[in-house]
């Protein structure tokens, strides 16, 4: 329905570029906000927009009578109705293949945000403290939109007749990234004070040890999970957590009075530490999951109206971080189109698109697209550069 409403408004409102930029702009607000109702809305969002300019860009081909230029709106809804077709049998044939990958890159994302976590640890002076702050909270947003999209589809699972055959064991370990995630994230720890007094001892050392094992543990559970093969943890994780504990168990005793005013932080980082390692060391196990504090998935999507429009009255307000980013996004829509018509760039609805793919709600995301985007057109222009030479 979204994608009828894009399409067949571009084309009528094409041929008016006034009305046609306060449509987009004010469609793209409220495609922004739809997001506000859960992860399924917002991928519907940006593909509208997405498609609103793909279709502008087959209108923009061709010069178009009053009574024609219905193809590409019609092809393109036709695309999308036959790639959802696609999607279904593709869902019936193999419904557990999307899970398995879901759940697969949410711990390979939880490795990476544990070895972040770890960098935090190093006892050494004139470090980028906030740089690394940065990253983490950067792959943290990551991690969170990895795990609410393996929440949806183990949630489809959850709520059938006749779940999925190989969706309990998946279920066990999205609980299982879930308590780590929510054990390593709450976990705030005065590093840079723990960095100082502990210099000159091994204690954050070797929790950073045990973080990085626990770490490579949760990228060998990925590539496991993929490979539909039984996870065997390394030794060299429960080794590490009981030379942590012997090194704790050895500072009580010699601490000195700087270290003693911070020792509890440092039992509790270890023993937080070590729960994890617990966890993940009980992982091939077949109760895994049994004694974690959260075993149950949350419906986030409204279900009446009512709640619908609670949730969109929360959003609709400038502290809203959502509002916020779909009036940035459309301005800069709006912007960008002023531009195509103000210079008559012949491939003008490319900024648009460009627009859409780098604007993000976030500014460290917004700053890694752009990055991302630009390495990617300088590699094409030297790519097409050398078949043009050839």
Request: aromatic residues 8%; contains cysteine; hydrophobic residues 50%.
């Amino acid at each position: 329905v979204c994608f009828a409403i894009v399409a067949l408004s571009v084309r009528w409102l094409y041929p008016h570029p006034w009305l046609f930029v306060i449509g987009l702009a004010s469609s793209t607000l409220c495609f922004v906000m739809l997001g506000a109702l859960g992860e399924r809305y917002a991928a519907i969002a940006v593909a509208s927009i997405i498609l609103a300019i793909y279709t502008m860009l087959s209108l923009s081909q061709r010069d178009l009578p009053a009574a024609s230029g219905w193809e590409g709106p019609i092809l393109l809804l036709s695309g999308a109705a036959w790639y959802g077709l696609i999607s279904l049998l593709a869902a019936m044939l193999f419904a557990i293949r999307p899970a398995r990958q879901i759940v697969a890159q949410t711990f390979e994302a939880l490795g990476t945000y544990l070895a972040l976590k770890a960098d935090l640890l190093a006892p050494q002076s004139g470090r980028a403290v906030p740089s690394q702050r940065i990253a983490l909270a950067t792959q943290n947003g990551r991690l969170v939109g990895l795990m609410n999209r393996a929440r949806q589809i183990l949630l489809l699972w959850s709520q059938g007749k006749r779940p999925a055959r190989g969706s309990d064991i998946l279920l066990r370990w999205y609980f299982l990234a879930q308590e780590i995630h929510e054990r390593t994230s709450s976990a705030h720890y005065p590093y840079e004070a723990l960095a100082t007094a502990f210099a000159r001892s091994d204690i954050l050392f070797r929790c950073q040890q045990l973080m990085r094992e626990q770490a490579a543990a949760c990228q060998q559970l990925a590539t496991a999970i993929l490979a539909t093969e039984a996870f065997q943890p390394d030794t060299r994780g429960r080794a590490a957590r009981e030379e942590l504990e012997a090194a704790l168990a050895y500072l009580r005793h010699t601490a000195t009075p700087t270290q003693a005013a911070l020792l509890d932080s440092v039992a509790d980082l270890c023993r937080n530490i070590g729960t994890i390692e617990t966890l993940l060391s009980g992982a091939h196990a077949a109760g895994a999951g049994k004694g974690l504090r959260d075993r149950s998935l949350r419906d986030h999507d409204p279900r009446t109206l009512a709640e619908v429009g609670q949730r969109l009255r929360a959003q609709i307000s400038p502290p809203s971080k959502r509002f916020r980013h779909g009036v940035r996004l459309a301005v800069a829509l709006s912007a960008g189109y002023g531009l195509l018509h103000a210079f008559a760039l012949p491939q003008g609805y490319w900024v648009l698109l460009t627009t859409v793919f780098v604007c993000q709600p976030s500014f460290s995301t917004t700053w890694q697209r752009l990055g991302e985007r630009v390495f990617g057109t300088v590699l094409g222009l030297c790519g097409a550069s050398l078949f043009i030479s050839a």
